[in-house]
């Protein structure tokens, strides 16, 4: 057990006259019992030999023999002439060298470099998230390693390969604490990172701790698979309103369009006047027969659940006062079905499936009175613009059946 914990790093030996230095690097586990032997040295008492220590407990170096008395629970020398730490903590870091004669007289040095560690536990991703959105930054998790020393790294992996902190695509938040008892390290690694639209759909994402001294295992967390949704971002909330400027003669139509390509859809909610209106959510509100109560501003609010809520501009919807019946409320009915089927059409072309949640038909006034409203002027216009096309024919008709004959 002891001796497992001692690992030489490498034996550098010189050879002085009747002098044999040992030098040895150590790294032994923090709480673990500690052996270093004394080269050299008799297997058993009666031995010339002494101990000297410089470590973190020591102000200088401390010396122990094997007359002397143990230094408290921290280190004594055994029979055998090796020093013995029952369990070694971060103070125990230092030099610790023994010199010793030999039966024959023979002089030896023993010379160790001794450094602690402790493995943590193993790394978790803890807060992960469950989709990105290509394009833009996407908090994938963060990683922790608790109860290490020395503090060592975290590195992230995308598909078994390390992810290299750029900045742009990928960015990593680090925070290293040490506990104030144990002196032991607790290491943060939030990674951030911006899919590129049109790459991987299923990454998968973990994350190792390397170990702040040499030829110790990298530990590794369960990988985590993620999906990429790619689409445009939720950013780009966009609010139509038809007709354009929004503002309509009384009893006209007003339709709202909010428009956000990302997938999967949104939930679109609508507020007026800065509070929510009580309706299902849906991309599209149509504000029929508009009536003084339907003035006011306007905004769609797309929730996402991996995003927070993004609000669009606001549109202000109001009425044109016209003095005159029925003078342009039928010129306002037409654009209102053209705008549907623009709409419709925009809609399609995005390829959403924003549709399928349908359009909302704002309608609070029940008791209202649908004015009807015909569209004599619409009719007449067009029978004008027809009759000066027609014009221009009627003279060429007239003057082929008069010159034929
Ligand atoms: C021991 O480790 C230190 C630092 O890690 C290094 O500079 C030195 O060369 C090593 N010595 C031996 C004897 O391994
Ligand atoms: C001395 O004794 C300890 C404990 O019994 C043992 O671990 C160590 O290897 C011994 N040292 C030598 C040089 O035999």
């Not at 280190?75 to 971060?90: D, F, K, T, W, Y």
């Not at 610790?96 to 402790?118: D, I, L, M, P, W």
């Not at 959105?133 to 020395?150: D, I, L, R």
């Not at 290491?187 to 911006?194: F, G, N």
Request: include cysteine; charge should be neutral; proline fraction near 10%.
């Amino acid at each position: 057990m002891a001796a497992g914990a001692v690992v030489g790093a490498w034996m550098l030996v010189l050879s002085l006259g009747g002098t044999v230095t040992g030098d040895q690097n150590i790294t032994a586990r923090i709480g673990k019992p500690l052996v270093l032997n004394c080269k050299g040295a008799p297997k058993k008492p009666p031995q010339q030999l002494e101990w000297k220590l410089n470590t973190g407990r020591t102000e200088a170096w401390k010396v122990l023999s094997p007359q002397g008395d143990p230094w408290d629970s921290v280190a004594r020398v055994l029979p055998n002439g090796s020093l013995l730490l029952p369990a070694v903590g971060i103070q125990d870091e230092g030099t610790f060298r023994c010199r010793a004669t030999s039966r024959s007289g023979k002089e030896t040095k023993s010379n160790y470099r001794v450094r602690v560690y402790q493995i943590p536990g193993k790394p978790e991703i803890v807060d992960p998230a469950s989709e990105l959105m290509a394009g833009v930054p996407n908090k994938v998790g963060t990683c922790v390693s608790e109860g290490g020393y020395p503090a060592g790294t975290l590195n992230w992996l995308l598909d078994g390969k390390t992810l290299i902190p750029d900045g742009k695509g990928v960015s990593v938040k680090e925070e290293t604490k040490r506990h104030p008892k144990t002196g032991l390290f607790t290491l943060h690694s939030e990674l951030m990172v911006t899919p590129a639209r049109g790459g991987a759909l299923h990454p998968t994402f973990s994350c190792s701790f390397t170990p702040g001294l040499p030829r110790r295992r990298a530990l590794h967390t369960a990988p985590i698979q993620l999906r990429v949704w790619n689409a445009v971002p939720l950013k780009e909330v966009q609010l139509v309103v038809e007709p354009e400027g929004g503002a309509v003669a009384p009893g006209g139509t007003v339709t709202l369009t909010c428009e956000t390509p990302a997938q999967p859809p949104p939930q679109i909610h609508w507020i007026k006047d800065g509070r929510p209106l009580p309706l299902p959510p849906g991309p599209m509100l149509l504000l029929p027969e508009v009536g003084p109560e339907d003035q006011g501003t306007y905004s769609c609010v797309a929730t996402h659940p991996s995003h927070g809520p993004q609000e669009s501009r606001a549109v202000s919807v109001s009425i044109i006062e016209t003095g005159e019946e029925g003078t342009t409320a039928g010129s306002v009915e037409g654009p209102g079905l053209e705008t549907l089927a623009l709409t419709l059409g925009i809609l399609g072309g995005l390829g959403t499936v924003a549709l399928l949640i349908g359009v909302i038909v704002w309608h609070r006034r029940r008791q209202r009175k649908g004015q009807e409203r015909k569209v004599p002027e619409n009719q007449e216009e067009e029978e004008e613009e027809r009759a000066e096309l027609n014009q221009p024919e009627e003279p060429e008709a007239a003057e082929s059946s008069t010159g034929g004959p």
